[in-house]
């Protein structure tokens, strides 16, 4: 199983996944969670280390930093059920 890390931040309503040759954006998390999977489906199995840049959180949302956790998001292989 391979390994990627990918930064996320927020800017004008969309949060931003990059790293690892990946740059992707979505105002949903899940939904961005969903792309980045399915831009490495052919690497699969994969786990990615997500990270967030609190330093780049919009003021609105510093108040909510502490819910924001890093979390890896594992990519099953395709024979995985």
């Not at 990946?22 to 998390?29: E, F, M, P, R, V």
């Not at 831009?39 to 909510?64: H, I, N, T």
Request: glycine share 8%; with cysteine; hydrophobic share 45%.
């Amino acid at each position: 199983m391979s390994a990627h890390e990918l930064v996320l931040t927020y800017e004008h309503g969309v949060w931003r996944a990059h790293g690892a040759g990946i740059d992707l954006g979505h105002a949903d998390l899940s939904e961005l969670d969903a792309l980045v999977a399915a831009r490495l489906a052919s690497a699969a199995p994969v786990d990615v280390c997500v990270q967030f840049d609190l330093a780049a959180l919009p003021r609105g949302l510093q108040q909510y930093q502490a819910h924001y956790c890093n979390y890896t998001l594992r990519v099953p292989g395709s024979d995985s059920s």
